[in-house]
Nanobody, 119 residues
Framework: QVQLVESGGGLVQAGGSLRLSCAASGRTFSSYAMGWFRQAPGKERRFVAG????????SYLDSVKGRFTISRDNAKNTVYLQMNSLKPQDTAVYYC????????????WGQGTQVTVSS
C-alpha cells in the first residue's frame, strides 16, 4: 500500500509555469512506476506523463511533449511534474498515481490538485 499526496497546483497565466509534487508514503517508493494524469471538466481522465521506477524511462502525452517534464527523487519519495509554457487547455485536476513495476494498471491514486491556466 502506498499513499500519495499532490501539491503545487494553482492559477497561472498562459505561458507560465508550475511544478507539481507528489509525496509518497508507505511501501518502498522505488518499487513503483509513477504517473501523472489529468481530468478536465466533462472529460475523461487522461495519462499525461509516466516515469519508471529508476527514472530512466519516461513517456508523455503528445500535446505536452517539450513543455512538461516528469522526474523523481527516490531518496525523498517524491515525483514531480514541471509544467512550462502552460496553455488554457492544460486546465484540469492533476492526479499522481503509482503502479507496481511490471504491472499495467495504476493501483494507487492521490486526491488531485487543481491547475487553472487563464488566457
Amino acid at each position: 500500500q502506498v499513499q500519495l499526496v499532490e501539491s503545487g497546483g494553482g492559477l497561472v497565466q498562459a505561458g507560465g509555469s508550475l511544478r507539481l509534487s507528489c509525496a509518497a508514503s508507505g511501501r518502498t517508493f522505488s518499487s513503483y512506476a509513477m504517473g501523472w494524469f489529468r481530468q478536465a471538466p466533462g472529460k475523461e481522465r487522461r495519462f499525461v506523463a509516466g516515469i519508471s521506477w529508476s527514472g530512466g524511462n519516461t513517456s508523455y502525452l503528445d500535446s505536452v511533449k517539450g513543455r512538461f517534464t516528469i522526474s523523481r527523487d527516490n531518496a525523498k519519495n517524491t515525483v514531480y511534474l514541471q509544467m512550462n509554457s502552460l496553455k488554457p487547455q492544460d486546465t484540469a485536476v492533476y492526479y499522481c498515481a503509482a503502479r507496481v513495476a511490471g504491472n499495467i494498471e495504476y493501483a494507487y491514486w492521490g486526491q488531485g490538485t487543481q491547475v487553472t491556466v487563464s488566457s
